[in-house]
């Protein structure tokens, strides 16, 4: 069993930046393949970004090249450091665990789930 439990959301203009953070309970985390979503209002949970258990990274194309996922297997903690925000990237964030060593586009392929936290960009 793993609890995972986001943190680091906020209200922030365009252009600026943040720093989402999830903690993840359990002594296996390093066997995880980690995944950020979001989900807007009124739309679907989509995709944005995954790191396997070694570092290898994936990103949306919508946040490529402005958003950053890491992990540290220290303290079983996965980052997503999002720079260049725009308002369109308003939404609830999710952490998300999958039990492989790849992670995955779907998110019906991750096995454990935070609460998520609000991302909230102004104009």
């Known amino acids: 069993q793993v609890q995972l439990v986001e943190s680091g959301g906020g209200l922030v203009q365009a252009g600026g930046s943040l720093r989402l953070s999830c903690a993840a309970s359990?002594?296996?985390?390093?066997?995880?393949?980690m995944g950020w979503f979001r989900q807007a209002p009124g739309k679907e949970r989509e995709f944005v970004a995954a790191?396997?258990?070694?570092?290898?990274?994936t990103y949306a194309d919508s946040v490529k090249g402005r958003f950053t996922i890491s992990r540290d297997n220290a303290k079983n903690t996965v980052y997503l450091q999002m720079n260049s925000l725009k308002p369109e990237d308003t939404a609830v964030y999710y952490c998300?665990?999958?039990?492989?060593?790849?992670?995955?586009?779907?998110?019906?392929?991750?096995?454990?789930w935070g609460q998520g936290t609000q991302v909230t960009v102004s104009s």
């Open positions: 790191i396997t258990w070694t570092g290898d990274s």
């Open positions: 359990g002594r296996t985390f390093s066997n995880y393949a």
């Open positions: 998300a665990a999958r039990r492989a060593y790849l992670p995955d586009y779907d998110q019906a392929r991750y096995d454990y």
